[in-house]
């Protein structure tokens, strides 16, 4: 079994003052994000010590507001910021409550005036770009608030966004001994087609998952 001090060390950041985003997924041997819908019955309880330990290390958890709903992130004790175009997100839904630590919700200017509203009344709202997220001025208005080592937890279209404009540092991923079938999606969704080389940071042997940290490949002078 991985004890916490060796997933600490293993999943330690160095350079903390340069703003750096952290990707972690868990995905079946087939390439199943999720199962029935959720991450979760992909993991076990040594993925939830690796998500822990990720968290410990990080200073803000990035999410898409569609991984909120799905998922749930009630009581979260680590400043959240949800991303969300439409802003189609309850203020009165979990991921807002049971906790004090910050709350963001990063969104544009042309999200819908009204929802918010009802949101700045529970979360800081973070306006980036115009008519579309701004993920760089996202990070940079986090940065700006402290928090410069970002975890995000998806969804894929997250993770397909912050590719696009070459915002992913390392991607630390869980590698479930199972096959899924069905239709479920992948941890990269609507980034173009094209080769972005990571390199092999570690592989971690638990008792069922892999456990694999990849960093951005540094390109060859």
Known sequence: MLEHDELAAAYALERRETPQVRMN???????????DGRSGGLGDAEDQRVMSVLREAA???????GTVRAEGYGGVGLPLAVVSGSLDIDPGHQVFTGTDAARYVITHAGSPAARREALAGIAEVLVCGE???????ALAALAERGHTQVLCEGGPRLFGE??????????????????VGGDAGRILQGASEQLRRMQLVHALQGETLLFLRYARATPVE
């Open 131 to 137: 008519g579309a997220i701004d993920l760089e001025a």
């Open 162 to 179: 912050l590719v696009a404009v070459g915002l992913v540092d390392e991607l630390c991923l869980s590698l479930s001994p199972v096959l």
């Open 59 to 65: 200073d803000v958890l990035l999410v898409g507001a």
């Open 25 to 35: 997924f868990v995905v079946s041997l087939d390439g199943a994000a999720t199962l």
